[in-house]
């Protein structure tokens, strides 16, 4: 059974910068997608990025392209999320979540298509 822990979430201000990760355990996490899904209070989870299996494929929402960057360490079992210039509005708990999938290809816009998730980390953009 996979496990996914996120950690890296905080208070931070408009402009400033975080990196969130997610720490993957109970499987070797270079046999799936990872992807980063945010849920705000009175908001739909939505998509922020994901990435395939190797790393060779990324994918991100419109509202964070330029912002952040996903990657990942397989020797590590851990995807990162760095998150630059950030806005009020980028506050959320944020979630990673994995599916097993061998495909070159990854989308953020069916999180139902993810099997396992994360317990979530804050964050929180203010002044």
């Known amino acids: 059974q996979l496990q996914l822990v996120e950690s890296g979430g905080g208070l931070v201000q408009p402009g400033g910068s975080l990196r969130l990760s997610c720490a993957a355990s109970?499987?070797?996490?270079?046999?799936?997608?990872i992807g980063w899904f945010r849920q705000a209070p009175g908001k739909e989870r939505e998509g922020v990025s994901c990435i395939t299996r190797r790393g060779g494929t990324t994918n991100y929402a419109d509202s964070v392209k330029g912002r952040f960057t996903i990657s990942r360490d397989n020797a590590k079992n851990t995807v990162y999320l760095q998150m630059n210039s950030l806005k009020p509005e980028d506050t959320a708990v944020y979630y990673c979540?994995?599916?097993?999938?061998?495909?070159?290809?990854?989308?953020?816009?069916?999180?139902?298509?993810?099997?396992?998730w994360g317990q979530g980390t804050q964050v929180t953009v203010s002044s």
């Open positions: 109970g499987f070797a996490s270079n046999y799936y997608v």
């Open positions: 979540a994995a599916v097993a999938s061998v495909q070159n290809m990854c989308v953020i816009n069916r999180p139902i298509e993810y099997d396992y």
